[in-house]
DNA sequence: ATGGGTGCAAATTGTTTGCATTTTA
DNA sequence: TAAAATGCAAACAATTTGCACCCAT
């Protein structure tokens, strides 16, 4: 496999079912396993057109750097890690908050963010 | 009344009980009329002083500049336009949100972002 | 003159993009 | 060898900060 494959793919496995969404550098990062030397130029084109082939979505948290996730898993929310600042996905959503916007206002998403301790941080070893 | 008090007089002004989170940028505008030239440095610092003091509180949007609203206003969330991507206070709450996290984890806050068409912009004229 | 506050410009971080080079077909 | 992809550095936007300057006390 040639060097520009292997680091498409070495990005593109990095977006699974199970996963977590990623920051740009958390992807450079873990991608650089695969694929030594990748720059976050090429990441973020790469983001870029696996997002605009539909494969992967943008998951925006408030006041953080943009993350990525592999498309179609449904309608879910996320939780932030106030320590180790890593982003998780949550299920379960209460319905009805259309309801909650002033009168006139037409809602057609929205976003819930948990903030708190992982696991991993709420139960130190 | 000197400049420097001028200026910060006209930004602390900005932030009433009804006014919608305002970002540096529309803060340096709005100031501008009773304080002329207003640079945007001395926006940020006025924020970070009215913020440390306590007046005002920062209002994280998923994927926008931080707005400022002020402090106090008890539990609520916001709304954000797609038109004119103008933020609005919400009010109302679904409880229960803290249950929606995986098991281990601690949830400590939350956010909820509406996102649409404002009144303004989904009756225009 | 002394300190507080200001504007400008430089520095930071996240992200995008131009361009020359490398890689692939 | 021409098209496609890459790396580096420059360019942007949002935010912060160093520094010289100005004003009130």
């Given at each position: 496999m040639d060097r520009s494959t292997r680091q498409r793919e070495a990005i593109r496995g990095l977006?699974?079912?199970?996963g977590r969404p990623l920051s740009p550098k958390e992807i450079q990062e873990k991608a650089d396993t695969d694929a030594?030397?990748?720059s976050l130029a090429t990441v973020y084109r790469t983001i870029k057109a696996l997002e605009e082939l539909g494969e992967i979505v943008k998951v925006e948290l408030p006041g953080d750097a943009a993350r990525y996730e592999l498309a179609g898993k449904g309608h879910h929310h996320h939780f932030q890690c106030r320590s180790c600042g890593k982003a998780f996905e949550i299920h379960g959503c209460p319905g009805?908050?259309?309801?909650?916007?002033?009168?006139g206002f037409k809602v057609d998403s929205h976003e819930i963010t948990l903030f708190g301790l992982c696991a991993k941080c709420n139960h130190p070893a």
């Amino acid at each position: 496999m040639d060097r520009s494959t292997r680091q498409r793919e070495a990005i593109r496995g990095l977006f699974t079912p199970e996963g977590r969404p990623l920051s740009p550098k958390e992807i450079q990062e873990k991608a650089d396993t695969d694929a030594p030397g990748v720059s976050l130029a090429t990441v973020y084109r790469t983001i870029k057109a696996l997002e605009e082939l539909g494969e992967i979505v943008k998951v925006e948290l408030p006041g953080d750097a943009a993350r990525y996730e592999l498309a179609g898993k449904g309608h879910h929310h996320h939780f932030q890690c106030r320590s180790c600042g890593k982003a998780f996905e949550i299920h379960g959503c209460p319905g009805g908050l259309a309801a909650l916007a002033p009168d006139g206002f037409k809602v057609d998403s929205h976003e819930i963010t948990l903030f708190g301790l992982c696991a991993k941080c709420n139960h130190p070893a």
